[in-house]
């Protein structure tokens, strides 16, 4: 399984930045995916993750409201909607795919995913 991860950039406090993450290699459809950030000097956060089917969410709270998880099964593509953006924001964004298949279950943690993106760098100005 392949996952890249792509859209990230400079961008001024309060911008948007939409993230994709292209799969291949396996079903895509058939897996919940996340999205993660580590900033430098601190460990790897979870962010937002989306079921197989798209029809389950999760983000964490410091993005609620501000970020959009989505994804697209018929293009293989997943997708970081982030407006609002904060210097705190800033980070290494890393798109991954869960373990099981068919789950309808969203997690948070990195250790129910077993693929992942190489990460596409996020820096908001302040």
């Known amino acids: 399984v392949q996952l890249q991860a792509s859209g990230g950039g400079l961008v001024q406090a309060g911008g948007s930045l939409r993230l994709s993450c292209a799969a291949s290699?396996?079903?895509?459809?058939?897996?919940?995916m996340g999205w993660f950030r580590q900033a430098p000097g601190k460990e790897r956060e979870f962010v937002a993750a989306i079921t197989a089917s798209g029809s389950i969410t999760r983000y964490v709270d410091s993005v609620k409201g501000r970020f959009t998880i989505s994804r697209d099964n018929a293009k293989n593509t997943v997708y970081l909607q982030m407006n609002s953006l904060r210097p705190e924001d800033t980070a290494i964004y890393y798109c991954a795919a869960d373990k099981l298949y068919g789950s309808e279950y969203v997690s948070a943690g990195i250790t129910a995913y077993d693929y992942w993106g190489q990460g596409t760098q996020v820096t908001v100005s302040s």
């Open positions: 290699g396996r079903t895509f459809s058939g897996y919940s």
